[in-house]
């Protein structure tokens, strides 16, 4: 399940000038309540890729909120979704 998605949800990046701008994710992908981006940076060495990891959950007044923890019931779901990142980066590379 590879899919490239929109642009939200994205870190910011700070510019020399000052001014900061959203760094769009290269990839990102869900499984169940479980959501993982990848994001590029350039560096000395090269391009580096870094992985977000989250949890959605909705609230008793029913407010969808992120979590950065997560229960033993979701190691599926987590496995799933770095799968996913796993090919899309060995797709990328070729």
Do not use: C
């Not at 959203?22 to 994001?39: D, L, M, S």
């Not at 599926?76 to 799968?83: E, M, Q």
């Amino acid at each position: 399940m590879l899919r490239k998605t929109d642009r939200t949800n994205e870190p910011e990046k700070t510019h020399q000038s000052g001014k900061s701008s959203k760094a769009p994710p290269v990839f990102k992908t869900k499984a169940g309540r479980v959501h993982v981006a990848v994001f590029e940076q350039e560096t000395s060495s090269g391009p580096m890729l870094s992985v977000t990891l989250k949890r959605t959950y909705k609230t008793e007044s029913g407010e969808f909120r992120d979590a950065y923890s997560f229960a033993l019931s979701d190691l599926d779901d987590i496995g799933r979704a770095f799968t996913d990142v796993k090919a899309w980066a060995e797709h990328r590379q070729g």
